[in-house]
């Protein structure tokens, strides 16, 4: 079955920098769009970037500048490099995987890593 195992996160400082890593088994790696989402507590899940099949990248506001999207295919890895963490980047970050064609898709959600920054 689609598994998905994220790793990296832990506590750190305000200005830090952390990077998550989400590897994928169990799917065809390559074609899927990978996407980083967090939730803090009290607050509903947001996307916080995104890395498409075929390398373009989005991102939330919030993070823009700061973090940085990317994919290793050939380890079937995302990556989330967080730098200059700010408190309210405290949330536990999920990986997702999706993929589309025509009226058939998947969605796929790892189990989270907590990052949690001090000021």
């Known amino acids: 079955q689609v598994q998905l195992v994220e790793s990296g996160g832990g506590l750190v400082q305000a200005g830090e920098s952390l990077r998550l890593s989400c590897t994928g088994s169990g799917l065809i790696f390559s074609i899927n769009a990978m996407g980083w989402y967090r939730q803090a507590p009290g607050k509903q899940r947001e996307l916080v970037a995104v890395i498409t099949s075929g390398g373009s990248t989005n991102y939330a506001d919030s993070v823009k500048g700061r973090f940085t999207i990317s994919r290793d295919n050939a380890k079937n890895t995302v990556y989330l490099q967080m730098n200059s963490l700010k408190p309210e980047d405290t949330a536990v970050y999920y990986c997702?995987?999706?993929?589309?064609?025509?009226?058939?898709?998947?969605?796929?959600w790892g189990q989270g890593t907590l990052v949690t920054v001090s000021s």
């Open positions: 997702n995987a999706q993929w589309a064609l025509g009226a058939t898709m998947s969605d796929y």
